[in-house]
């Protein structure tokens, strides 16, 4: 009897030990620079249905959007002050270059899917570039989407019309 108190005193300081090594904190992740061959740095950037692929290179602030220009692409002003803005947060808008396929979705979501890609590209082209970005929520990718219509709705939650005739 005495033996089984006696490893069962063993067993509880040894649980007790582990419970102390399970609360201790891991070390913080460390991120590195990821480019290619280039020089270029990738990232892909979703928001709603639309997704882009995104390479950022050291340059001169050109921005294309699938083949063309930024202002040609993204006509109102505000879609373009949304996609500049992590270049903006970083004074970058003159030394980054910013290549980028989208497709899927409307503008709105396409501009926020280049931005989102923009800064985890820059993120990669440099990692001190993380905290600035993080800290004003452009990593953080948007999860809201489109719900799906429900059969018998008009749409996804709005019902039909009743009629009591």
Not at 24 to 49: H, I, L, Q
Not at 89 to 95: G, H, K, S
Not at 118 to 124: D, E, G, K
Not at 125 to 149: F, I, Q, Y
Request: with cysteine; glycine share 10%; proline share 5%.
């Amino acid at each position: 009897m005495s033996d089984s108190f006696a490893s069962l005193s063993n067993l509880s300081g040894s649980a007790a030990a582990a419970v102390q090594e399970k609360g201790s904190n891991p070390p913080p992740p460390v991120y590195e620079r990821k480019v290619d061959a280039k020089g270029r740095a990738y990232a892909t950037g979703r928001r709603k249905n639309a997704s882009a692929r995104v390479w950022v290179k050291n340059g001169f602030g050109k921005i294309i959007v699938n083949g063309k220009d930024i202002n040609e692409y993204f006509a109102r002003p505000v879609l373009r002050l949304l996609l500049k803005q992590p270049l903006a947060l970083l004074n970058a808008n003159d030394r980054i270059d910013v290549f980028c396929t989208v497709s899927g979705g409307g503008l709105s979501g396409q501009a926020g899917a280049v931005r989102h890609g923009i800064s985890v590209a820059l993120t990669r082209l440099d990692p001190t570039n993380r905290s600035p970005l993080k800290a004003e929520g452009c990593l953080t990718r948007d999860p809201r989407v489109v719900e799906r219509k429900k059969y018998g709705r008009r749409k996804a939650r709005r019902r039909f019309q009743f009629s009591k005739r």
